[in-house]
């Protein structure tokens, strides 16, 4: 009996050994390209509606009129083979790509990209509000579409964004079930790949198959399939990519990115966003609401100790407009570089500083997020020699935000810490979101008035559809203007370092579509 | 007995409601919109009042749980801001995972508890007796995640014998797709018969098993050694010694069997703790339980899926008391005369 036993548990062990043989599963295949990111991927299926992670994949999915170059700094043709507008920007002609069809079979025509465009407006969630100027839509014929705006905006661009912007199919379901069947995880778009599975929670959670008829085609060497790896910790995606079990990996922490450095089988890239870090000063109350404090602050912060601090995964940001954006100066008239002797001076003339009255200021970030800790934490020992005691207090993005809204002004911080990113290629989104005169805060958390850059910014929108040069020129003094103004601190724009496999060739970042890889135009090694 | 079971049950179902009415409260004290997470980062002021209303926020708070406890009966956990899915199904999706991984530690802990109390308790004082209580302390006061990178980086990355993170081989999903029905991927593939799943499955369990069973494992060892050394003490074993039964009879069927009592209410109760405790070794072994769940419903002050997360785990607690109250009464009769 116990030979019998003995005999059991060695066929057992065996067993185990043999399935662990190989037990590290194979490799990403050649033609899969596998991107790993921290969170879940498909939050929202819908593309009027969807406002989250899913770009990622959903950018490979969908396609839309236009689609932005940061190297022209333009929007190019994309479903839209031509566009044009009128004289003041206030009518725009889009002919459409003929031959292009829909993952569920149907083509595309003016009237399916009407169709798709007008659901998004009427269901106004998520970024809907980049078709806000459109009055109305025309389909002259069954390739050209006409919008017609309430005022001058730049619909190249708008049509251009990476959300809310998206051309699909509204009948691939009925109009009442569509949304149902998107969360079903199905997709109706024109990209190069559709949707193979979802598996919800899983580690590769969402699969996307080439769409055999796409309207680019697929004669030479493209990806075949695109996995989405959910892969929460960074050290396991780090031993992932050093194995060349996944091929693209959005983001680690700077330490495990520098050590790819040199690696025989792994690429590093590094390439300024969009996405900025932003310190809102209060101007309405507390010892910030004295300009002379506000530039103080501006001049205390070690600007580039920050960024050494975050060992490459920031660069230095001039103005708010970040760098790579139309708008973006790489020098202003008054910007802030780190000069504690004009901060002191300024202090003292507004009766704070060393051996006068201190100062208590408290600052808010979003708890979790390591980068905004270690600003937080830089701010707090730069500024106690200033006799400025920095007060940090740390909490979810709710709840920071419903504080800073608050409409007790005593309830509000001194210093509110967050990131901008525009939805659209347009310096416009910093301005009106982040220091448009508001009645109750939103955005303008810095509680900023000024009716003259009210008036700049309205005047600016409707430049960049008639005359960028000009729009330009004025984001350029409206910039000066914060400067001089100082309720916002800009700390650093963020740098996105990727690490891939060397066998992926044709990568390059496009900040405009955050965290997206276009799979499509990657050529796997042979 | 049914008494007995009532009155359990009746006071579980009291701590289980008591416990959601406290995590509402707090979830809604705790400043903080949960609709800004829903509509999104640039939503404008008439989006978020919209998002407000269709989430139930703009209710009183005594309407918002009123309406949760019709929901939680009627099989409505309400929906998730995080994920913008009904909270059931997401739970539906993600505990079987994490339940899966507990089990298995739990057969690891028992597997090497057991033995190794006995052997502990066997020889007492000397070099296993050292050994096993060195290593108990180990499992229990070792952080998890550390125990996780290290295991990652001997058994993956140097030895190439075992995978680093997920639940099996993805690729195997084009060649052999598994059908889901318990979310369980070692159980469906063994009801379906997708061996080389299951194979992959199985070896994608041993690590985090092992991590997660570090702690049971040491808790059961220790339990087992002073309970074995407790009954050793009593009068049956001096009576089976002084008839003649060799030592290994003594220990292995006369000792070992009433000390095992304890061992069932310490395994039950650390089954449910190990629940909670899987959070941080789902994350690093990329393990699609509730913990990266709860993880991202906590940051985004995911109400609904915080609520149905202590919910879930509330329940898993009182059902597992539950069960070492009916298996002590059905054990000792003595308490369930109490």
Request: aromatic fraction near 10%; charged fraction near 15%; hydrophobic fraction near 45%.
């Amino acid at each position: 009996m116990r030979l019998v036993r003995v005999t059991a548990a060695a066929a057992a062990l065996a067993a185990v050994a043999a399935l662990a043989t190989g037990a590290g599963g194979a490799a990403s295949t050649p033609r899969t390209f596998s991107y790993v990111t921290q969170s879940q991927v498909m939050i929202g299926w819908d593309p009027s509606t969807s406002y989250s992670n899913e770009i990622i994949a959903m950018s490979n999915m969908y396609e839309t009129l236009t689609h932005y170059n940061p190297a022209t700094k333009r929007a190019e043709p994309d479903l839209a083979t031509s566009f044009s507008s009128n004289k003041r920007g206030t009518v725009w002609t889009f002919k459409l790509r003929r031959g292009v069809t829909f993952h569920t079979g149907r083509p595309l025509t003016a009237q399916a990209a009407k169709a798709a465009i007008e659901r998004t407006i009427k269901l106004n969630q998520g970024a809907a509000y980049i078709w806000g100027p459109v009055k109305s839509i025309a389909t002259p014929n069954r390739y050209t579409l006409v919008f017609h705006l309430k005022y001058p905006a730049p619909l190249d661009l708008n049509a251009s964004a990476d959300y809310a912007a998206y051309i699909y199919d509204t009948k691939a379901a009925p109009a009442k079930k569509l949304a149902a069947w998107f969360v079903a995880g199905h997709d109706a778009g024109t990209g190069p790949y559709t949707v193979d599975y979802w598996h919800k929670g899983q580690e590769v959670e969402l699969r996307l198959k080439a769409y055999p008829k796409y309207w680019r085609g697929w004669r030479g060497s493209h990806y075949q399939a695109v996995e989405y790896w959910v892969v929460p910790s960074v050290t396991t995606a780090a031993q992932l990519l050093r194995a060349g079990k996944v091929s693209f990996v959005e983001r680690l922490n700077p330490q495990l990115w520098a050590s790819f450095k040199g690696s025989p089988t792994v690429a590093t890239t590094a390439r300024s966003s969009w996405q900025n870090l932003l310190a809102f000063l209060n101007t309405k109350s507390g010892p910030l609401a004295d300009r002379r404090v506000r530039q103080a602050i501006s001049y205390a912060v070690d600007y580039n100790g920050i960024i050494a601090a975050l060992k490459g995964d920031a660069t230095r940001q001039i103005g708010i407009v970040p760098p790579g954006l139309w708008g973006h100066f790489n020098s202003l008239p008054g910007e802030y570089n780190t000069n504690l002797r004009k901060a002191k001076a300024l202090l003292a003339a507004a009766g704070y500083g060393p051996g006068k009255k201190a100062i208590t200021l408290t600052l808010t970030h979003v708890q979790g997020d390591s980068d905004e800790e270690l600003v937080a934490t830089l701010l707090k020992s730069e500024l106690a020699p200033l006799n400025v005691q920095v007060q940090v207090e740390a909490m979810a993005w709710p709840t920071q935000w419903a504080k800073g809204k608050s409409l007790n002004p005593a309830k509000r911080q001194d210093i509110f810490v967050m990131y901008w990113w525009p939805d659209y290629a347009d310096p416009y989104s910093w301005f009106v979101n982040l220091f448009k005169t508001e009645k109750q805060p939103y955005f303008n958390l810095a509680y900023y008035s000024n009716p003259k850059l009210d008036r700049m910014m309205a005047k600016a929108e409707r430049l960049a559809a008639s005359d960028r040069p000009k729009a330009v020129a004025l984001y350029k003094r409206m910039q000066v203007m914060l400067l001089r103004d100082a309720p916002v601190v800009p700390l650093y724009v963020q740098v996105y370092q990727r690490t891939l496999l060397k066998s992926v060739r044709g990568y390059v970042d496009n900040p405009a579509y955050p965290n997206v890889v276009y799979v499509y135009d990657l050529k796997p090694a042979q | 007995m049914t008494r007995f079971l009532a009155r359990r049950v009746a006071l579980g179902l009291i701590v289980v409601a008591g416990v959601v009415v406290l995590t509402f409260v707090i979830a809604r004290v705790v400043p903080g919109d949960p609709a800004s997470s829903w509509i999104g980062p640039h939503a404008s002021p008439a989006q978020l009042r919209a998002a407000r209303h269709m989430l139930g926020l703009d209710r009183p708070l005594p309407v918002q749980i009123w309406r949760y406890f019709r929901g939680v009966l009627t099989g409505d956990w309400g929906l998730s801001i995080h994920t913008h899915q009904p909270v059931l199904s997401d739970l539906a999706a993600r505990a079987p995972a994490s339940l899966e991984l507990v089990v298995a530690a739990l057969l690891v802990a028992l597997a090497f508890g057991i033995p190794a109390g006995l052997a502990a308790a066997r020889w007492r004082g000397g070099a296993p007796d050292a050994l096993v209580r060195l290593g108990s302390v180990f499992g229990v006061s070792m952080p998890s995640f550390w125990f996780a990178l290290i295991l990652q980086l001997i058994f993956f990355q140097r030895l190439h014998l075992l995978p680093v993170s997920g639940q099996y081989d993805p690729s195997l999903d084009t060649t052999h797709p598994l059908a889901v029905y318990t979310h369980m991927p070692v159980i469906d593939a063994l009801v379906s018969g997708n061996w080389p799943v299951f194979g992959s499955a199985l070896t994608h369990l041993i690590l985090p098993a092992v991590v997660v069973g570090a702690y049971p494992a040491g808790v059961i060892a220790r339990m087992v050694r002073a309970s074995v050394l407790d009954t050793l003490g009593e009068d049956h074993i001096r009576m089976v010694r002084a008839l003649g039964f060799p030592e290994r009879s003594v220990f292995a069927r006369f000792a070992l069997k009433p000390a095992l009592n304890p061992v069932i209410s310490v395994t039950a109760l650390v089954f449910a703790y190990s629940l909670a405790n899987t959070f941080l070794v789902e994350a690093i072994f990329d393990w699609g339980g509730l913990g990266s769940y709860a993880a991202d419903a906590i940051q985004s002050l995911d109400t609904p899926a915080i609520i149905g997360v202590t919910l879930f785990i509330a329940l898993v607690y009182v059902g597992a008391n539950l069960l070492v109250d009916i298996l002590q009464a059905v054990v000792d009769p003595r308490i369930r005369l109490q």
